[in-house]
């Protein structure tokens, strides 16, 4: 097909074209090519801004197509990628993930989201954005993996908050490592009066309560084996009875666990069943540590402080506690992180910026300490990942001044000579990188 039956086809779909060179899109836009080559990775990288915006990669055939082009496609950032001969309507399937991509852009802009789920780095965003799309056009149980303090119950109010049903019951969140062994059938299934010693009232448990709802189960991997048997017969289900009766209740709930554990590993212990595995992992969502998003940590920080001085105008940082909050070591991730702001917070007098006389005596660094050497084994990982790859060092490089200049200009608030001045560049110069990496072919 010729490129102006292509064109053709795609401006009676309603997408916009643009010529190469203009301003990226700003949600989602697609890449057609016909050769397959290293600069079609380097277009595609730079238009998707590294996996930030949805871009679809279109080739002009499947000819185009190798065996790893798909996959080294994504990487680069496409959200998904096809040869336009590979259906009868391509322009219609464009349409259609279009308009999906801007309905989750529109449910990534609610105050609820971008308010208490705080980040712009692309591993954030693209969780995120998989996230909303999950919980509002699926029914799908979902299973929330991450270290402690990553956010995951956040993420599970998400979900419950995004889920379209309608007349929509309640949020019932159950920490499983509160649960007493005793009592957790009267927890999970709740109890007749006269059950056992104690229970001198009927009582409705999780799954009652959760009943045209949300049922969150925290740290899932602590229930017992027993308690997962039971667990699962509902979910296959949908029916449990209360302790001491004999009565079958029905129930229907939207699941949602969390576990800081491998469940997989935890199986082959013998600690976790498989056939609940596999049934509360409709869809799997892997939170990553804060030390896996540094480039997050100044806007979680601006948060933290606005919530910490919600009556007070924004407060600024110095330079070095800046430097200190983005080297410090945080093991309980982004809740650590937040603790360790108020505490700041609670120490600082006057309207001028936070110094480092606000950071308690007990957190600051030891005397020998040296600002962290950046090429630490984090970044030798990424490097060596990208070889394995197949990525060159002109594309790596590139890659390492685009996720500077994003950092830089991110910190600084937008101030392009504020940025130049930390990258040790021109503002002319920095002006120019930017220009050349905002080119793009097609938008929406």
């Known amino acids: 097909?010729?490129?102006?039956?292509?064109?053709?086809?795609?401006?009676?779909?309603?997408?916009?074209?643009?010529?190469?060179?203009?301003?990226?899109?700003?949600?989602?836009?697609?890449?057609?090519?016909?050769?397959?080559?290293?600069e079609t990775v380097d277009v595609l990288r730079d238009t998707s801004r590294r996996g930030q915006t949805c871009v679809l990669a279109i080739a002009a055939s499947r000819s185009v197509l190798d065996g790893t082009a798909h996959w080294r496609l994504l990487e680069a950032g496409a959200t998904d990628v096809f040869a336009w001969d590979h259906s009868a309507d391509p322009a219609a399937e464009i349409v259609a993930r279009f308009t999906r991509w801007e309905a989750v852009e529109d449910l990534l802009r609610l105050p609820s989201v971008h308010e208490s789920l705080v980040g712009e780095s692309s591993a954030w965003r693209s969780i995120l954005r998989e996230v909303v799309e999950v919980a509002r056009f699926t029914n799908s149980y979902v299973l929330i993996t991450g270290e402690s303090g990553t956010g995951k119950e956040l993420l599970a109010r998400l979900i419950h908050e995004l889920d379209p049903r309608p007349a929509k019951g309640e949020l019932v969140i159950l920490d499983c490592t509160t649960v007493v062994p005793s009592l957790s059938g009267s927890e999970f299934f709740g109890h007749e009066k006269g059950a056992f010693t104690g229970a001198v009232m009927p009582r409705d448990g999780a799954f009652a309560i959760a009943d045209g709802g949300t049922l969150f189960l925290d740290e899932v991997g602590d229930l017992p084996l027993p308690l997962q048997a039971e667990l699962l017969r509902v979910i296959q289900d949908g029916m449990y009875k209360r302790v001491g009766s004999n009565m079958w209740r029905r129930t229907n709930f939207r699941l949602v666990c969390a576990t800081n554990r491998s469940l997989l590993e935890e199986e082959s212990k013998g600690q976790f069943r498989r056939d609940l595995y596999y049934r509360i992992a409709a869809w799997t969502c892997h939170l990553p540590s804060l030390r896996e998003r540094v480039e997050d940590i100044p806007l979680l920080t601006r948060h933290f402080l606005k919530q910490a001085r919600?009556?007070?105008?924004?407060?600024?940082?110095?330079?070095?506690?800046?430097?200190?909050?983005?080297?410090?070591?945080?093991?309980?991730?982004?809740?650590?992180l937040k603790h360790l702001v108020f505490r700041i917070s609670s120490r600082h007098v006057g309207p001028g910026p936070i110094t480092v006389g606000d950071i308690p005596p007990e957190e600051r660094p030891p005397q020998d300490w040296t600002e962290t050497d950046w090429r630490q084994a984090g970044f030798e990982q990424c490097i060596h990942q990208a070889l394995m790859q197949g990525v060159t060092l002109r594309e790596i490089g590139k890659a390492a001044g685009e996720i500077a200049i994003r950092i830089a200009l991110a910190e600084e608030s937008g101030n392009l000579h504020q940025a130049a001045r930390r990258l040790g560049v021109t503002d002319r110069a920095l002006q120019m990188r930017r220009a050349a990496a905002a080119r793009t072919l097609a938008s929406p």
């Open 1 to 38: 097909m010729s490129r102006e039956a292509v064109e053709r086809a795609l401006a009676g779909a309603g997408i916009d074209l643009r010529p190469p060179g203009t301003k990226p899109p700003a949600n989602s836009g697609l890449v057609f090519f016909d050769v397959f080559s290293p």
């Open 310 to 336: 919600p009556d007070q105008a924004e407060t600024e940082l110095d330079e070095a506690v800046t430097l200190f909050l983005s080297n410090r070591n945080c093991p309980g991730n982004v809740r650590d």
